[in-house]
């Protein structure tokens, strides 16, 4: 069965402070994604990333970076010089082969200016 | 509209009552799905259609949830006899495969929910 473990549940930082988010996962297929998601005080779910189990090459945009290590089953994600403007729950999701996505129960993340 | 809508945004019911809520996928999106977060939790999974294949209902908290989609766009989920513990924000999602042939997959898109207090 499909699981996404993201164990830290709140983390506060204070601004310009890098911070990292952590994502481990569990699946028993050889072909999967994993995405990150953001959700703003607003409510909406908006989408950060995704990355396919064939593609270990770490990712950065921006302030935005992640670490995808198959070894160790984590998709970890690092936010440079945190700005008020990511506070937000972040979730990080796995897709196997069924396309049923199943999210980890989130990440609350504070940024204190 | 350009992204995934629902409705109604807010839903007050009574316990007992059944409730319907919508979903408009973005166009072309084959897939939809059906999530509900309860207040400070993640988002669990309830239901998932794929063009023309038979839905994974794996998710469903009991007979009591449903859901159709029509003619492969709008989804309706249905409660009937609500009960207390079914209040939550109900989002929907859609995506889009990326190509036919091999399993490939796009992002979700997610619609802004409808907020569901059962009384």
């Known amino acids: 069965a499909q699981k996404v473990t993201q164990a830290q549940t709140e983390i506060s930082v204070v601004e310009k402070e890098d911070v990292t988010l952590d994502c481990v996962y569990e699946?028993?297929?050889?072909?999967?994604?994993l995405f990150w998601y953001k959700q703003p005080p607003s409510g909406e779910l908006v989408f950060l990333i995704r990355?396919?189990?064939?593609?270990?090459q770490n990712e950065i945009s921006g302030r935005y970076s992640w670490n995808f290590q198959k070894s160790t089953s984590s998709f970890n994600f690092t936010i440079t010089a945190s700005q008020v403007v990511d506070s937000a729950v972040y979730f990080c999701?796995?897709?196997?082969?069924?396309?049923?996505?199943?999210f980890g129960p989130g990440t609350s993340l504070s940024v204190i200016p | 509209g350009a992204g995934v809508s629902q409705s109604p945004s807010n839903k007050v019911t009574e316990k007992g009552k059944d409730v319907e809520l919508r979903c408009d996928p973005i166009?072309?999106?084959?897939?939809l799905y059906w999530y509900r977060q309860s207040l400070g939790q993640g988002l669990e999974f309830l239901i998932y259609?794929?063009?023309?294949?038979?839905?994974?209902k794996s998710g469903l908290p009991s007979d009591r949830f449903s859901a159709e989609r029509t003619g492969g766009s709008v989804s309706t989920l249905t409660i009937q006899r609500t009960q207390q513990e079914d209040s939550a924000v109900y989002l929907c999602?859609?995506?889009?495969?990326?190509?036919?042939?091999?399993?490939?997959?796009?992002?979700?898109?997610f619609g802004p929910g409808t907020r569901l207090t059962v009384l």
């Open positions: 999602a859609s995506s889009h495969r990326l190509s036919g042939g091999s399993r490939s997959y796009n992002e979700q898109f």
């Open positions: 699946t028993r297929d050889t072909t999967y994604y």
């Open positions: 990355r396919n189990s064939f593609d270990e």
């Open positions: 999701a796995l897709s196997e082969w069924s396309d049923k996505v199943i």
């Open positions: 166009s072309g999106h084959t897939a």
């Open positions: 259609f794929q063009g023309n294949s038979a839905p994974d």
